[in-house]
DNA sequence: GTGGTCTAGACCACC
DNA sequence: GTGGTCTAGACCACG
């Protein structure tokens, strides 16, 4: 797994590593049951504290993605999410409606936005099947 | 155009306003060439600080979506990014990642999200319609 | 309110804080709707960072002991646990049951520790009283 | 003796050890003299690390409530704190405050703090008698 | 001025 | 070695 600060985009560093690492759930680089890289480790690689990176885990864990074992690590929750149908669905609007709203800022006419919907979900899909195939 | 602030969603004030009038004008609700409501006017609408309204409309001219002119108010720009089609697009791209992330998360498959994106597009593109017909 | 930190007695100083507002307040020199000290000024009296001041604030937040209001300040809450009244109960037997062991390991006996508990009860109240007549 | 530990509570486990101990004694389940469960055996029961075990016994000898005999095993003590009487009494009346601001902030009256501070009393009491008599 | 957040260093608990 | 906590400094959001 690798991944990129971007220092200087106003993003807090621990939500970037919040995101990249469940972007790299949804792409297939880490799957269920997988050990998270340490946050020693991570947090050197990455030229920042230790705390930045355990914010970002414990973040994770309180968002169910992840699972820590004090003395053991971290790692991948073989996702299951505790909400009902509706619930996820709603979720999942909002995030979607802030794509259209910058879709109308930005020109993109429906036919196009949909077919970027489609794009970029079959591109994780076939990453996720290239890692688990690899 | 009726805003909402939500204390205690953690979200700055000043970046509702921001969010919920780019929304306003992606729905219709706002126009290009309409004017904005004015500061103090809004800001004692909303039972805010006229300082947390100045900051939002700062941040909206600094983004290109309204333009301000010294005496005579704030106003909704004739929508047109300078930007090319490409990079457009690429910067929508990253907005339909996130909710392509999140639909993983949420367990949501191909089908509904590419469905979802098409009724949230059409959502706001009725809204629109009606808005220039009413 | 005088506040008294001790250093080196292993207790973490934002729990000392929080203890001793509790104590406060049980002792009614702060009482419902009274203002908590800032969180600059006292952690200045203290000789200790404002983040740990802000963490003991939280924590008393959290217990709904006070209630904060940003840009405003910190006030004490007109106490009203939401727990039933056999929880409320069973929640302090656990801390009766801590001056209970202490007592046997400290060769108090039964007629002494309950004089003491009526003691230290009353010196509450009492003062309490004094608060309120004052 | 039946130890208890709750992973998860965020009480360290060798404290948790620790209290379990002096609650043992209070209750009369071990008394002055009594063979404390090996470090091995009582890890090895409780599932956890034999240090963490081997910190709670220090702790416990460190606190004079337990001694060890190199090569013997680790014994309780016939319990006689070396303190005078009035320092005994100050140190339980910290414990007794504690009890009385929590009493406070769950709304519990006086008469109902002297009957739940009796009722636990003698409850370790009664526990004490049926194992000497048992 | 108020309280809140992010990053960090040092230290602790546990395996 | 692992993750977790406490304290701190700098900066942000808000009134």
Known sequence: ?????NYGSGKPVY?????QVKAAIASGVLRGGDAL????????????????????YTELEAQGVIE??????CFVR???????KDARVRLLAESVDEAVVQAHHLQI???????????????FADQRDRAARG
């Not at 939500?15 to 995101?19: C, H, N």
């Open 1 to 5: 797994m690798r991944l990129q600060i």
């Open 15 to 19: 939500l970037q590593v919040v995101d």
């Open 37 to 56: 890289p340490g946050i020693r480790p991570l947090a050197e690689s990455l030229r920042v504290n230790r705390n930045t990176v355990a914010k970002a």
């Open 68 to 73: 820590t074992l004090a003395g053991k690590g």
């Open 78 to 84: 073989a996702a299951a999410s505790p909400l009902r």
């Open 109 to 123: 006419d429906k036919s196009e936005f949909v077919r970027l919907a489609e794009d970029r979900f079959d591109r």
